[in-house]
């Protein structure tokens, strides 16, 4: 059983900043892929921001230069560090990680007010 655990979201103000946590745990023996897509109401979910164990990232359009992505193996966590927030960023934010299969948080709420 794997489980991803997400930390991080809330309310915070157009131009604010917000740190997302996930750490996996359970039977996983090496992540090859860790990152985090979103899902705001009516639209399709869509990539924020991946890395690879070796460190290779991979952003949206939408938040290149804003957001950053992070990992640390020996923990298995991943972190997105999100500054200039903007409306359009408010979504369920899913830690995703790719271990052999693909597995998925349960969604963490990412609200930028105007």
């Known amino acids: 059983q794997v489980q991803l655990v997400e930390s991080g979201g809330g309310l915070v103000h157009s131009g604010g900043s917000l740190r997302l946590s996930c750490a996996a745990s359970g039977r996983i023996f090496s992540i090859s892929v860790m990152g985090w897509y979103r899902q705001a109401p009516g639209k399709k979910r869509e990539l924020v921001a991946t890395i690879t164990s070796g460190g290779s990232t991979n952003y949206g359009d939408s938040v290149k230069g804003r957001f950053t992505i992070s990992r640390d193996n020996a923990k298995k966590t991943v972190s997105l560090q999100m500054n200039s927030l903007k409306p359009e960023d408010t979504a369920v934010y899913y830690c995703?990680?790719?271990?052999?299969?693909?597995?998925w948080g349960q969604g963490t709420q990412v609200t930028v007010s105007a």
């Open positions: 995703y990680i790719y271990a052999g299969d693909h597995y």
